[in-house]
């Protein structure tokens, strides 16, 4: 049964704060199997989108619903919240911490990216806290990244047309630097030229700031919403490098480029 105009008009949809109801009729999923959607009117599409980039092994997959079927009949939700836990987010945690290089032996679950972005800033912001230097709280992002749509992460944002309405929210001192562009930015010098140059400014932004006022660099390892700019070689580490010297936290934005989606 096609959805009516009338129940669609209910439905205020992401990224149109300004301007509600404005789904398509054309546009109601209703299936999906691996790579192709249909639309309620009979369509079928690809699925470019890999439902937000969320879908990493594809649509319908029976194995993964009769999972979730089973645990929800055991145990539908109890938060993983201070001495709570539950055994599936403990094994889940556990696989990753295997799969993680180094000492990356924690995970902390949430509901969405931006989520996960403004705990990773919480996070950075109580390490600074429990190692005595209390002014360290700005985060220095990209131009052109994104990081979510919650006030939080619109802070660190440096995509304008996204945040102009909220800028009176946002304090003063989370600067946004260029990211290495090789297409726009490299003219007729080399990548490694352009590393040099995206990190010596990196650099003079943590400094300007004072690194005693920094907590955290944020980035997407490649800018996404921003327009897919892969970086050259190189420049995730010189950003460590910089971080490691000036004593920042180094934030890596996976939700795009993790656990797979990169092809790795
Ligand atoms: C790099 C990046 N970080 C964070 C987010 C926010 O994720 P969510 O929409 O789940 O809050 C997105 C969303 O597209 C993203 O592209």
Request: hydrophobic share 40%.
């Amino acid at each position: 049964m096609a959805t009516s105009g009338d129940a669609i008009r209910h439905l205020w949809t992401h990224k149109t704060q300004d301007h509600p109801w404005l789904a398509d009729e054309e546009l109601v999923i209703e299936r999906a199997e691996g790579v192709h959607v249909w639309t309620e009117r009979g369509k079928k599409l690809i699925d470019g989108f890999a439902g937000l980039a969320v879908v990493n092994v594809g649509h319908g997959r029976r194995e993964i619903a009769e999972a979730i079927a089973e645990q929800t009949v055991r145990l539908a939700y109890y938060p993983t919240t201070r001495q709570f836990s539950n055994r599936p987010a403990a094994e889940l945690a556990a696989k990753i911490a295997s799969l993680t290089p180094g000492d990356l032996d924690y995970s902390f679950f949430a509901v969405s990216g931006a989520e996960a972005n403004e705990r990773a800033m919480q996070m950075a912001r109580h390490y600074w806290l429990a190692s005595g230097k209390p002014g360290k709280h700005k985060v220095i992002s990209l131009q052109g990244g994104y990081h979510g749509g919650t006030t939080g992460t619109f802070a660190v944002c440096g995509l304008p047309h996204l945040t102009a309405a909220y800028t009176d929210l946002h304090v003063p001192g989370f600067t946004k630097v260029a990211p290495p562009y090789p297409f726009r930015d490299r003219g007729t010098g080399t990548d490694e030229a352009l590393v040099q140059r995206r990190a010596r400014e990196l650099r003079e932004a943590i400094v300007k700031e004072g690194p005693e006022t920094v907590s955290a660099v944020i980035m997407e390892p490649v800018i996404s919403s921003g327009g897919f700019i892969m970086p050259p070689i190189g420049w995730l580490r010189a950003v460590r490098a910089i971080c490691d010297e000036l004593e920042v936290l180094m934030i890596a934005d996976e939700v795009i480029t993790g656990f797979g989606r990169t092809g790795r």
